[in-house]
């Protein structure tokens, strides 16, 4: 979506890749949406540092969203950390590394 010269992208979190934060629920992971914002910043970190300027996150409790005044940053980000997501040990990997919020 694009918005004032900024563009974004959201999830409403519940259902998506649950099984992924139930491993850490203990911890106090609930898969709100500053749980992803917590696993999207170590994927940036990581996997895509050269965005890691151009991306931001305005999370709420049951949605996730990533925005950016680059749009084609957003887009690039956007794909890989779904392509990403669809990878489950890459994503469990990348999850055992992410912090509470």
């Known amino acids: 979506m694009e918005y004032e010269g900024n563009f974004s992208v959201s999830l409403t979190v519940g259902e998506y890749k649950e099984e992924v934060f139930r491993r850490r629920r203990e911890e ?12 999207a910043l170590v ?5 895509q540092p050269e965005l890691d300027e151009s991306i ?13 005044s ?22 469990q990997d990348l999850f055992s590394r992410a912090e509470l919020d």
Request: charged share 30%.
């Open 28 to 39: 106090g992971f609930l898969g709100t949406g500053y749980d992803w914002t917590s696993l």
């Open 43 to 47: 994927f940036l970190t990581e996997k």
């Open 56 to 68: 931001d996150f305005d999370p709420e409790a049951d949605t996730f969203c990533a925005y950016s």
């Open 70 to 91: 680059d749009g084609e940053a957003l887009k690039t980000f956007a794909l890989a950390f779904k392509a990403a997501c669809e990878d489950r040990k890459l994503i």
